[in-house]
């Protein structure tokens, strides 16, 4: 296991954010500019070669996604929706000129934008998995009227075992065989309007679950089985995908993989570049696994606002709950001072967060505890700015999507 991780203790990492922010009222979260940059280093490190396409997702700050998009080894940006790429891509002051939205759209307005201007629409790539899809696309801007428009087939991941009675992974596209691959490019090449120049294939499976989770090591070791059976049939499927839509149309990239996978995934021929984002700020999600350990880049701070009982604080929101399966693991994790918890009975409030821990006793009202988020960019719907930290010092803050009027679902 190659490890980024800081060499500082934490208690040195919880008084230095307390000192660096210390004229600063929270709610407030500050980005680690040093460890951002170590993460970013180690993903090229384990890409071996491949480009990496950043997730915006998991990211949500322009000013964040430029700096990555400036080390060598990154490339383009995969976004989650259509208005949030042609944010990202129009203009002469783009963040990029090669973004992928990694969701199927359905929003009319943000298509006919997109139709509307020929240098965006080569820009944007619109992802696909079906012919009602494509149906829908042209109800909204029939191929006469919009330039064609960029076309990406997104090919199902998962693991279907038992005659296909059991599914392993998330449930994304229809489109799951080489067969059925090959004959949505198909459909594409015999229309108007589009071209299909890329496809994806996101291995949720593998990526985006712990294979080392902490104190539990029997689900450590059917979650590693479990993808290394997978990843062995994913990675004849979708080198014989890939050579099925390769046979109809001239592809420009072949994505895949995630922070969780990334060398698994880059070692495959087929693919041609990697996504990752979470990998950069490192949330509590991405510290269970072998293969990689980051340096907790994002973190955020809630004040102490009562103290209700010997041992207990409480402070003022909190609430910051990650998407996802409900359950513990989706809930902030109080990091500094060191050995808070939430308490079983409340979790972590919309309005105050009720903690306990050896440290409580140390704390009054007015001091701060610090959160780390169990998911990446979802920090980012909270703050409108991240407040960036080098070494010791502040040196500024970025907008989050949300600081500059941005709410893109």
Sequence with gaps: ??????????????????????????????????????????????????????????????????????RPGFAGVLAYSLPEALWLAEGDDAVSTDVVVGYPSADRAALRRLAADETTAGRVTLMVD???????????????????????????????????????????????????????????????????????????????????????????????????????ELAGRRAAAVAAVAEVADLEFVNGGGTGSVERTAAEDAVTEVAAGSGLYNPVLFDGYRAFTGRPAAFFAAPVTRVP?????????????????????????????????WLPAEGVGEVQTPLRGPAASRLS???????????????????????TLVGDELTGAMPTYRGEGKAFG
């Design 1 to 70: 296991m190659t490890s980024v991780a800081s060499t500082r203790s934490g208690a040195d990492d919880g008084a230095r954010l307390d000192r660096a922010t210390a004229s600063l009222d929270p709610p407030l979260a500050v980005l680690d500019l040093d460890a951002l940059d170590a993460n970013a280093a180690d993903l090229v490190r384990r890409a071996a070669g491949k480009s990496i396409r950043v997730a915006s997702k998991s990211v949500r700050s322009r000013g964040v996604l430029r700096r990555v998009l400036a």
């Design 130 to 232: 079906s012919v009602a899809q494509l149906d829908f696309l042209d109800s909204v801007v029939p191929p006469g009227r919009r330039p064609d428009l960029r076309l990406c087939v997104d090919v199902d991941a998962s693991l279907r075992a038992v005659g296909g009675r059991v599914h392993v992974g998330v449930r994304r596209s229809p489109v799951h065989s080489p067969a059925q691959a090959a004959a949505l490019a198909e459909e594409i090449a015999g229309r108007k309007g589009v071209r299909l120049v890329g496809v994806m294939v996101y291995e949720a499976q593998i990526a985006g679950v712990q294979d080392a989770p902490a104190h539990r090591p029997v689900r450590g070791l059917a979650v590693r089985r479990m993808q290394a059976l997978s990843g062995r």
């Design 365 to 387: 009202v007015g001091d701060r505890v610090w959160f780390r988020h169990a998911k990446a960019g979802e920090i980012c719907e909270h703050v409108d700015e991240l407040h």
């Design 309 to 341: 009982a010997p041992g207990t604080v409480t402070v003022a929101g909190g609430g910051w709950i990650a998407s996802g399966p409900p359950g513990a693991d989706r809930l902030p994790v109080p990091t500094y001072p060191a050995g808070m918890r």
